[in-house]
């Protein structure tokens, strides 16, 4: 039997992460949250780990409200970075591995090309620098590790993109969406699955690897695609960034390479829009 800690027990990934646990019979998994275990005590990590031994740990806490935390450094520090580091030092002296979940927040999104792994992190946002300085304490303090970056989380589970425009469409006649920021949306069961084969596979091959479905959207592209599988018949204006300020910047395009996931694991990944009508199909049931 294989331990696996997730933290963040209550967030979606760990959500959908839990929506598979039962096609994976080898793994005994304990989900916490921040009142069960704070990452950022590491006292608290510490006994946890002593009392429970652990083989791995999915580290899917983190402070995501990127808006907020350009007036919330030090908290979204102690979550994304020094939370990152308590992990990386136990998982380290508890010989087990740590799978990270980073972002593409970490790049400034001024390339033209797909973001690779190599690539030197620039962020533009407080969330996007203490995401990059996670992984940086996480490189600096553990050798067994693997650093996922995605992009554009979104499922059945929690507040996202998807559940916020299905929620729109029903209360509003008009939406204005930013046409000129350019990802790729993910859906997080997906990222859950090719988890959990990190996993099961007992793969070693340890390092930063990018994962988001396959192709290519605008904000924009993304909402028009919810609304067309729901059939709502919201009006959908395109609009630019500039015409919708938030507090934080974002990456004006940060479509994500993933030839080294793909390669590494041997997996076709699914296009964005399959995805999306999984997603919508099963928060409809």
Known sequence: MINVLVTGGNGQLAKCIKDLENKNNDLKIIYSDYQELDITDLHAIEVFFKTTPIDYCINCAAYTAVDLAEN?????????????KNLAVVCQNNQATLIHISTDFVFS????????????????????ETKHLGEAQIQNHLSKYFILRTSWLYSEHGNNFMKTMIRLSS?????????????????????????????????????????????????YDFAKAIFEEIDSKIKLLPIKTTQY?????????????????????KIEIPYWRDSLRKAILNYDR
């Open 245 to 265: 300020p938030t507090p934080a910047k974002r990456p004006q395009f940060s479509v994500l390479d993933k030839s080294k996931i793909k390669n590494t694991l």
């Open 109 to 128: 999104g001024k390339q033209t090309g797909f973001y690779k792994e190599e690539d030197i992190p620039n962020p533009i946002s407080v969330y996007g």
């Open 72 to 84: 919330n450094q030090l908290k979204a520090s102690e979550i994304n970075e020094l939370g990152a």
């Open 171 to 219: 209360e509003k006649e008009q939406l204005s969406v930013v046409t000129d920021q350019i990802g790729t949306p993910t859906y997080a069961t997906d990222l859950a699955s090719v988890i959990l084969q990190l996993i099961v596979t007992n793969n070693n091959q340890y390092g930063i690897y990018h994962y988001s479905n396959e192709g290519v959207a605008s904000w």
